[in-house]
Protein backbone atom coordinates (compact mmCIF):
# COMPACT_ATOMS: atom_id res chain seq x y z
CA UNK A 1 0.00 0.00 0.00
CA UNK A 2 1.39 3.40 -0.66
CA UNK A 3 1.99 6.23 1.63
CA UNK A 4 -0.12 9.17 1.36
CA UNK A 5 1.27 12.85 -0.02
CA UNK A 6 1.20 14.12 3.59
CA UNK A 7 2.90 10.94 5.55
CA UNK A 8 5.92 11.76 3.23
CA UNK A 9 6.09 14.97 3.72
CA UNK A 10 5.91 14.22 7.75
CA UNK A 11 8.39 12.33 7.06
CA UNK A 12 10.55 14.48 5.39
CA UNK A 13 10.20 17.21 7.92
CA UNK A 14 10.79 14.50 10.59
CA UNK A 15 14.27 13.26 9.32
CA UNK A 16 15.23 17.34 8.69
CA UNK A 17 14.92 17.74 12.50
CA UNK A 18 17.19 14.96 13.14
CA UNK A 19 19.75 16.52 10.64
CA UNK A 20 19.30 19.65 12.16
CA UNK A 21 19.48 18.83 15.86
CA UNK A 22 22.62 16.51 15.15
CA UNK A 23 24.35 19.43 13.45
CA UNK A 24 23.90 21.81 16.49
CA UNK A 25 24.68 18.68 18.43
CA UNK A 26 28.60 18.47 16.47
CA UNK A 27 28.79 22.72 16.81
CA UNK A 28 28.03 22.85 20.36
CA UNK A 29 30.77 20.00 20.72
CA UNK A 30 33.29 21.76 18.68
CA UNK A 31 32.70 25.50 19.88
CA UNK A 32 32.42 24.53 23.69
CA UNK A 33 33.96 26.88 26.48
CA UNK A 34 35.05 23.55 28.98
CA UNK A 35 38.62 23.38 28.76
CA UNK A 36 39.35 27.48 28.94
CA UNK A 37 42.04 28.72 31.28
CA UNK A 38 40.87 30.97 33.83
CA UNK A 39 42.47 33.90 32.75
CA UNK A 40 39.92 33.33 29.29
CA UNK A 41 37.59 33.55 31.71
CA UNK A 42 38.52 36.34 33.96
CA UNK A 43 36.34 39.54 33.37
CA UNK A 44 36.74 43.02 35.01
CA UNK A 45 34.74 46.23 35.03
CA UNK A 46 36.29 49.65 34.09
CA UNK A 47 35.34 52.94 35.50
CA UNK A 48 32.58 53.38 33.79
CA UNK A 49 30.99 50.16 34.54
CA UNK A 50 31.65 48.38 31.42
CA UNK A 51 33.20 44.42 30.63
CA UNK A 52 36.30 44.28 29.59
CA UNK A 53 39.26 41.73 29.10
CA UNK A 54 42.10 44.07 30.41
CA UNK A 55 42.91 44.06 34.04
CA UNK A 56 42.59 47.84 35.70
CA UNK A 57 45.48 49.94 36.55
CA UNK A 58 46.27 49.66 39.86
CA UNK A 59 48.71 53.14 40.09
CA UNK A 60 46.30 55.34 41.97
CA UNK A 61 45.16 52.77 44.37
CA UNK A 62 45.41 53.83 48.22
CA UNK A 63 46.89 51.45 50.60
CA UNK A 64 45.32 50.59 53.53
CA UNK A 65 46.59 50.03 57.16
CA UNK A 66 44.92 46.51 58.48
CA UNK A 67 45.76 47.32 62.09
CA UNK A 68 43.18 50.48 61.52
CA UNK A 69 40.27 48.93 59.98
CA UNK A 70 37.61 48.14 62.80
CA UNK A 71 35.47 44.78 62.77
CA UNK A 72 31.70 44.92 63.83
CA UNK A 73 29.35 47.65 64.46
CA UNK A 74 30.47 51.33 64.93
CA UNK A 75 30.95 52.00 68.77
CA UNK A 76 27.46 53.39 70.56
CA UNK A 77 28.31 56.38 72.61
CA UNK A 78 27.33 56.16 76.41
CA UNK A 79 23.95 58.34 76.91
CA UNK A 80 23.34 59.76 80.06
CA UNK A 81 21.49 57.43 82.46
CA UNK A 82 19.65 59.67 84.49
CA UNK A 83 17.31 61.72 81.53
CA UNK A 84 14.99 64.71 82.93
CA UNK A 85 11.36 65.62 82.03
CA UNK A 86 7.94 66.80 82.44
CA UNK A 87 4.94 64.81 83.04
CA UNK A 88 2.84 66.08 80.39
CA UNK A 89 -0.30 63.53 80.32
CA UNK A 90 -0.99 61.35 83.71
CA UNK A 91 -4.09 58.88 83.28
CA UNK A 92 -6.32 57.78 86.27
CA UNK A 93 -5.78 53.75 85.77
CA UNK A 94 -2.12 55.10 86.66
CA UNK A 95 0.20 55.36 82.79
CA UNK A 96 1.57 58.48 81.35
CA UNK A 97 4.33 60.24 79.46
CA UNK A 98 7.31 62.10 80.32
CA UNK A 99 8.73 64.62 77.55
CA UNK A 100 12.48 64.46 77.64
CA UNK A 101 14.01 68.07 77.90
CA UNK A 102 17.07 67.36 75.82
CA UNK A 103 15.32 65.47 72.50
CA UNK A 104 11.54 66.63 73.37
CA UNK A 105 10.42 62.93 73.15
CA UNK A 106 7.66 61.28 74.67
CA UNK A 107 8.56 58.61 76.69
CA UNK A 108 6.04 56.01 78.38
CA UNK A 109 5.93 55.49 81.78
CA UNK A 110 3.71 53.69 85.01
CA UNK A 111 2.69 54.81 88.24
CA UNK A 112 4.49 51.36 89.63
CA UNK A 113 8.32 52.69 88.19
CA UNK A 114 7.63 55.81 90.51
CA UNK A 115 9.21 56.05 93.85
CA UNK A 116 6.75 59.17 95.08
CA UNK A 117 3.14 59.96 94.01
CA UNK A 118 3.54 62.06 90.39
CA UNK A 119 1.23 64.52 89.24
CA UNK A 120 0.79 66.05 85.41
CA UNK A 121 3.29 69.04 85.12
CA UNK A 122 5.74 67.88 87.61
CA UNK A 123 9.54 67.56 86.70
CA UNK A 124 11.44 63.86 86.86
CA UNK A 125 14.38 62.59 86.57
CA UNK A 126 14.27 58.96 85.13
CA UNK A 127 16.07 55.99 83.25
CA UNK A 128 15.01 54.98 79.83
CA UNK A 129 14.48 51.30 79.36
CA UNK A 130 14.31 49.68 76.40
CA UNK A 131 10.29 47.45 76.02
CA UNK A 132 8.73 45.46 73.27
CA UNK A 133 6.89 48.56 72.32
CA UNK A 134 9.44 51.27 72.66
CA UNK A 135 11.02 53.05 75.58
CA UNK A 136 10.09 53.11 78.79
CA UNK A 137 11.24 55.18 82.24
CA UNK A 138 11.73 53.33 85.09
CA UNK A 139 12.99 54.56 88.51
CA UNK A 140 11.27 57.83 88.55
CA UNK A 141 12.05 60.61 90.83
CA UNK A 142 10.51 64.15 91.73
CA UNK A 143 13.13 66.80 90.47
CA UNK A 144 12.89 69.73 93.32
Not at 4 to 23: P, T
Not at 116 to 138: C, D, R, T
Request: hydrophobic share 30%; charged share 35%; proline share 3%.
Amino acid sequence: MADSFSKKENFKKKVQKAKEKAQKREERKTVNNKGKSLDDMIMYVDANGQLTSTPPDNSNVEEFDINNIQLGAAPIEAEELVKTGIITFLSEKGYGFITEDSSKENVFFHTNNATEVLKKGNKVSYEKEKSPKGFSAIDIKIVK
